[in-house]
């Protein structure tokens, strides 16, 4: 499991941790990683040139510190002195090892940028003369190793205000931050690398963690001597109308891949001919009233895509809620709970897996502010719905109203295309069925979901058919694809 923290809990950890150690320690940690960060990317590092954009906090010493350590290894070492004033014993350190400060003019002829402008300390956008040199760096055709975060991204959430450095590698210290793994700070990081400064034993529960290839494997169901269809879990997908037909196929097509026992698809009769040309292998009741009655027992339901906001939609979306079973719902059925939160009043639990336009239109908050903070609105949803809050985009992340939130990586922008979250629904449903909590269902969809996407696209577009079809793929991917 990866994990990573605020600001404040990095803080505090460091605070118990330098008070055990002589002074300066922990800076001379973190340069010396960072230097063998950048010395790796330089590949020789005597007579390349490194500027160093400098603050005015302990982001700047570390910066001054790494320049000090590769100037004594032949590099040219140019320090921008950006803030009020410097880490004076760094400078002199650097000065030391024949280093100099110079004008943002050097950024045009670098090797190497450091980005030491800002660090964990920082408050808000940017100020100038640094929101100007993370901009003129971003500009400049040398690679950029940020330290510890990217300057201008918001080390506890990732949210980003104004000009932010477009790093190639960050270098974090101690412990991953949380605004390194979430959109938009995400897409400014490039790799993250780990310096180890003894952190470990101090630091508090995680506030958000992204499940690595292992904890999937781990957690995904794989049928056994006794399984059958039943056991194994079955599926409901209460989806599609007569106005749109191919979210139900969609839905359906992913539960079927992500290994349900068995699917029972229920609506109405042009979704139904669709499902049934399409999956020979669903259980399909086509539905005269809106009434799941005839539909025979399942383990979990995926309500909503394509199910339309009507009269009828409301009155199934009512019936399938008031089962006993896990509930994912999706899409129309969220429209449908948005207009009608009692809906919501039920024991069995329940998964949203909006986009940001429909968790809006939910909670209220604007759209924008939700993409530009998705941890802090999919908490605040968890919280007020009662519910866990999968929310898709960019950076897809897993809330419930206590615990860390799961944050998932495998995601490709290829997968911005129509349908690809009735699929999604689907692969959820489908491990809900099978056992998986609200929580695990979500995060281990999305890794699937995610690393279909990447296996469908190879760089190329592809359609949310290719993705469902690449789901057992992503699987065997995953756990080995060990034949038993
Ligand atoms: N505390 C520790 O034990 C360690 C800290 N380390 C480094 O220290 C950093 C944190 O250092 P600091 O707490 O000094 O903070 P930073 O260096 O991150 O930033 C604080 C400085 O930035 C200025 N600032 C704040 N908001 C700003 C804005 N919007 N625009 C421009 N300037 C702004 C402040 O006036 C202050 O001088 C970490 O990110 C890490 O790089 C490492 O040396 C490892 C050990
Ligand atoms: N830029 C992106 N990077 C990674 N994944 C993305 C991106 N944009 C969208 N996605 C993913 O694609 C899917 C789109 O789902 P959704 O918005 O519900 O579309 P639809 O309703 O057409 O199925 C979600 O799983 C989402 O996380
Ligand atoms: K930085």
Known sequence: MRTAFTADQIRGAEHVLMARLPEGTLMQRAAAGLAAVCADLLGRVYGRRVVLLV??????????????????????????????????????????????????????????????????????????????????????RAPIVAVDVPSGVDASSGRVQGAAVRAKVTVTMGACKTGLLVDPGASRTGTVELVDIGLGPYLPD???????????????????????????????????????????????????RAGAGMVRYAGPGAPVTQVRSHWPEAVVTELRRPSIEDVGRVQAWVLGPGLGTGDWAHELAAEVLASDVPVLIDADGLTLVAGDRGLLRRTAPVLITPHAGELARLTGAD????????????????????????????????????????????????????????????????????????????????????LAGRLAAEGAPLTAADVATSVPAAIRAVTGGHVR
């Open 206 to 256: 995680p506030d958000v963690t992204a499940l690595t290839r292992d904890d999937v494997a781990g957690l995904l169901p794989r049928p056994g001597n006794e399984s059958d269809k039943y056991r194994r879990g079955v599926l409901g997908v209460a989806a599609g109308s007569d106005l749109f037909t191919g979210a139900a196929v969609l839905a359906v097509g992913g539960a079927l």
């Open 55 to 140: 603050g005015s906090g302990d982001n700047g010493g570390d910066a001054l510190y790494a320049g000090e350590r590769l100037a004594r290894r032949g590099a040219w070492a140019g320090a921008v002195l950006a803030g009020s004033k410097t880490h004076e014993a760094g400078l002199a350190a650097l000065r030391q090892a024949g280093g100099r400060v110079v004008d943002g003019s050097a950024l045009d002829a670098a090797d190497l940028i450091i980005d030491g402008l800002v660090g964990i300390g920082v408050a808000g956008a940017l100020r100038e003369p640094y929101a100007r040199l993370a901009e003129d760096a971003n500009a400049a």
């Open 367 to 450: 759209r924008a502010d939700i993409e530009a903070d998705r941890l802090a609105h999919a908490r605040a949803a968890a919280a007020e719905l009662g519910v866990t809050v999968l929310l898709k985009g960019s950076t897809t992340v897993v809330a419930e109203s206590a615990g860390p939130v799961r944050v998932n990586a495998t995601g490709t922008s290829w997968l911005s295309t129509g349908g690809t979250g009735d699929v999604l629904s689907g692969i959820a449903g489908a491990l809900l069925a099978q056992g998986l909590s609200c929580y695990d269902a979500a995060s281990c969809g999305a890794y699937l979901h995610g």
